[in-house]
Structures are given as structure tokens and as C-alpha cells.
């Protein structure tokens, strides 16, 4: 007689953090194993809860870039970057021209 064993997708817990100049705001997510960057950004409500962030906003993991259909692994932490209001290079420049007198 075969046996009936059921196969379960096992799941992966990821955080997925937004930070605002005077607020970081974290969800864990459970996700299927193979679940995607953006499939966690879907599933973490922050698309619908802050209008800065979109399903094209720059991600990474632990501060690396990843795209949004890289695989995360269990204890992953999604990170969602805000676009520069200011060039960092530009902005050094400035300083060192204020400074110089």
C-alpha cells in the first residue's frame, strides 16, 4: 500500500524594514521557501501604506542590492532604500567650498 505523505512547502521568515528620516518601520513575513524580494515587499503592506514606496523601489538584503525577483532565504532582512534628495558627491563639494571661505 503507498503511503499518503503530504508534501508542505516549507516557510521563510524575513523582515522587511522602511526607515523615514525619524521612523524605521519593520513587518516579519512568512513566505513560502523560493519566495521572491518583491514578493515579500508585496506581503509586508508597505506598497499600500507609505507613498514613497512602490513595487519599483530600490531593495537590498543585510545592504546589498537585490533585484526584485532574487530568492530570500529564512532570516533575510529586506531592506526598501529612498531615492537621494542630494548627491552625496555634490553635497561634499558644497562643503568644501563653504569652507574655503
Known amino acids: 500500500m503507498p503511503s499518503s505523505r503530504v508534501r508542505t512547502n516549507s516557510i521563510v521568515k524575513v523582515e522587511v524594514v522602511y526607515a523615514l528620516p525619524d521612523q524605521q518601520y519593520?513587518?516579519?513575513?512568512?513566505?513560502?521557501?523560493g519566495a521572491s524580494a518583491a514578493q515579500a515587499l508585496?506581503?509586508?503592506?508597505?506598497?499600500?501604506?507609505?507613498?514613497?514606496?512602490?513595487?519599483?523601489?530600490?531593495?537590498?538584503?543585510?545592504?546589498?542590492?537585490?533585484?526584485?525577483?532574487?530568492?530570500?532565504?529564512d532570516g533575510d532582512r529586506l531592506e526598501i532604500y529612498r531615492e537621494l534628495i542630494v548627491d552625496p558627491?555634490?553635497?561634499?563639494?558644497?562643503?568644501?567650498?563653504?569652507?574655503?571661505?
Not at 44 to 73: C, K, T, W, Y
Not at 95 to 100: F, G, M, N, P
Open 26 to 33: 519593520s513587518r516579519l513575513v512568512e513566505l513560502v521557501d
Open 89 to 101: 558627491k555634490q553635497a561634499r563639494r558644497k562643503r568644501a567650498v563653504r569652507q574655503k571661505g
Open 42 to 73: 508585496q506581503a509586508s503592506g508597505f506598497v499600500e501604506s507609505f507613498d514613497g514606496v512602490s513595487a519599483a523601489s530600490p531593495i537590498g538584503v543585510f545592504g546589498e542590492r537585490v533585484a526584485p525577483e532574487d530568492q530570500l532565504r
